[in-house]
């Protein structure tokens, strides 16, 4: 699952001052308070999960796009048109972090009086690790889901070209004394950042994770950079089509479905070239409207007990998982100890702070244990 | 994708006179016409797109099921609660097929004014195709999403034993002059029966498909029928816990959700052990609800314009195909010649008509030509 190791020689940094000093910078960059607390209420959210790639790290490229006037820190969505249970929302180019917390918003409150209800983004930006959307449903007790397209990093089966993004699904529940239930997917078989982590490594990369340029399965990381990555199933032997067809769903769901930027149209999420267009799905459903009160998540609970209690594969590197139980784990360690972030992450964030004035919080060198676990010290 | 070739030695019946039959002998098992042309209709559908596994063909696991008293063929599902948008419907243990068809059309029909609906079932049997339901929406010019949980013969990523079912994920949508999108996919790597043709033509299996009983990865279509099904994805290192997250978020939306049976207690969907009581989850979006008419289905044909173009990797077995395009082709053959079913298919079929005392339909044999392709004559 896509939790990264501690950094090794990095620093921690604890949540809140991170949350506080990111909005403070996202202000600066022309964001309204609540619209900047959004953004970094979900950065640090990401941060906090392990999934380093869709947080503060980040923020140079959201400056970038800021700063070039590609994308407008202070637009709020619009609502276009809908009916009881469906609505359209034009971001209006804005954060897609902001746009989607309203969106999501939007849809539980409408799933509470209709017991579902969908709310479609178009003219959105990136926003973050798909899960905070789903997770932000489930918090309230209700199923959420959140989908997005992106740009075209994947290739259909037996295509040798990027046509689709790596669309990922994500889905949340409550789950009883298991919290929640998350999935939070990539629709590729990994995603890209998985293959320059293989690249810093010097790993060879598995059948199924990416074709080279020539459409060739890519047993290099070089190769796999230069072509695209695979849907999840990998060859169409081992049934690769059935993850082209959940990015093309996605995509459906997304681009299609509300009129933004689709597939191949997409241009690159942090490129400055025009902006994103992307589309964005949401999704309410409260179990309470069919169920007794808390009925759902006392039955997902005793599914759990039973898939976390199985007898394992041999070699099994641990017990068996229930979706978004690593991702948990370290957001109570983090929230406890600090967020831990790599040398050159730091070194990104100080930049920042320095450029737009605004200090960087305190942060501690980590100590590696034998354990392996990262554990910080002044 | 899941479209078996055409049987060799096999005989072809028309699908007119193999829908008045099939719905004539599920009459004799006690079903009013109604419930008995909804059986057919969706058997038909199956037997033409080619899912020969999802026809006419389970016919005598029904009869099964109904002799014993397992299953009660008149049984009319009855709306218990919900809201405008999400509705769970009891099955009262009748045929899937007729209370998916009746929850499909709620959907659709609250949804025409909602903008999106869902109908949850529950004390519900086999279904059939998942694709047919969402293809019901689709007709009509929305989204249609079907789900269903089933026996366990998955294992989750770590586990050795299955835990989960094959739990299929269908959607379809209009596409234009494509006619529809239908995704209509397992969450397993591969379906049980392909391990079963495996078996009969002497082939070894790819790493991900099937685990053995120790848990090991299965190279013998022997260890994998003695052990479980991967999830898509198949092992840990190439993203198997994703297929097994998908596998359990359809279980959570069924199952969980409806209050039916779930994961490993679930009993064999045709066992006379005990009724299967499934949950099944039916959604339809209305894309007119938030764009012009028609625009939706335009853009989705414009993706699979640029999608089935695409340049194709080394030594393709044919060009870029969008999810439902094989089974659509089969469909339109078989509606004009006839719908091929092998000599055991046939020999069942007989053997029930006799028994019921209801004639089976004119057959043709097929004639083997030189493209591979059969066609039939008398």
């Known amino acids: 699952m896509p939790v990264y190791d501690d950094p090794v020689g990095g620093r921690t940094v604890q949540a809140e001052a991170l949350l506080v000093w990111t909005s403070t910078l996202v202000q600066r960059l022309g964001a309204p308070d609540?619209?900047?607390?959004?953004?970094?209420?979900?950065?640090?959210?990401?941060?906090?999960?392990?999934?380093?790639?869709?947080?503060?790290?980040?923020?140079?490229?959201?400056?970038?796009?800021?700063?070039?006037?590609?994308?407008?820190?202070?637009?709020?969505?619009?609502?276009?048109?809908?009916?009881?249970?469906?609505?359209?929302?034009?971001?209006?180019?804005?954060?897609?972090?902001?746009?989607?917390?309203?969106?999501?918003?939007?849809?539980?409150?409408?799933?509470t009086e209709a017991g579902?209800?969908?709310?479609?983004?178009?003219?959105?930006?990136?926003?973050?690790?798909?899960?905070?959307?789903?997770?932000?449903a489930a918090e309230?007790?209700?199923?959420?889901?959140?989908?997005?397209?992106?740009?075209?990093?994947v290739a259909p089966t037996r295509a040798r070209v990027s046509l689709l993004g790596t669309n990922p699904i994500?889905?949340?529940?409550?789950?009883?004394k298991y919290g929640m239930v998350v999935l939070d997917m990539a629709t590729s078989t990994i995603p890209r950042g998985r293959i320059e982590v293989a690249a810093r490594r010097g790993e060879t990369l598995p059948v199924g994770w990416a074709i080279g340029p020539d459409g060739s399965s890519a047993t290099t990381p070089a190769e796999a950079l230069a072509g695209s990555l695979q849907p999840l199933g990998g060859e169409e032997s081992t049934a690769g089509y059935k993850g082209y067809g959940l990015s093309l769903i996605v995509e459906m769901l997304t681009g299609i479905l509300s009129g933004a930027?689709?597939?191949?149209?997409?241009?690159?999420?942090?490129?400055?070239?025009?902006?994103s267009d992307l589309g964005q799905?949401?999704?309410?459903?409260?179990?309470?409207?069919?169920?007794?009160?808390?009925?759902?998540?006392?039955?997902?609970?005793t599914l759990i007990d039973q898939l976390t209690r199985a007898p394992l594969i041999p070699n099994a590197p641990g017990p068996v998982l229930y979706p978004g139980q690593p991702e948990a784990e370290r957001a109570g360690r983090q929230k406890r100890d600090g967020i831990a972030i790599d040398p050159e992450?730091?070194?990104?964030?100080?930049a920042l702070a320095d450029k737009y004035g605004v200090p960087f919080p305190e942060t501690r060198a980590i100590e590696t244990t034998a354990s392996g676990h990262g554990s910080a010290r002044a």
């Open 140 to 153: 309230k007790g209700m199923i959420g889901i959140s989908l997005t397209n992106t740009s075209p990093l």
């Open 345 to 350: 992450h730091h070194t990104t964030l100080v």
């Open 170 to 176: 994500a889905v949340a529940a409550p789950a009883g």
């Open 34 to 111: 609540d619209i900047a607390d959004d953004v970094a209420e979900i950065l640090i959210a990401s941060d906090l999960r392990g999934i380093a790639s869709h947080g503060t790290a980040r923020l140079p490229q959201y400056v970038k796009l800021a700063e070039a006037g590609v994308m407008n820190p202070a637009a709020r969505p619009r609502l276009e048109r809908g009916k009881s249970s469906l609505s359209l929302f034009d971001a209006q180019n804005g954060f897609g972090h902001h746009a989607g917390r309203v969106a999501i918003d939007h849809a539980i409150q409408l799933a």
């Open 281 to 301: 799905f949401y999704m309410a459903i409260d179990p309470d409207a069919i169920n007794d009160s808390g009925a759902f998540a006392a039955r997902l609970e």
């Open 116 to 136: 579902t209800a969908i709310s479609i983004v178009r003219n959105s930006n990136h926003y973050g690790i798909a899960g905070w959307y789903a997770m932000r």
């Open 261 to 275: 930027a689709f597939g191949p149209n997409i241009i690159g999420l942090f490129s400055t070239a025009g902006k």
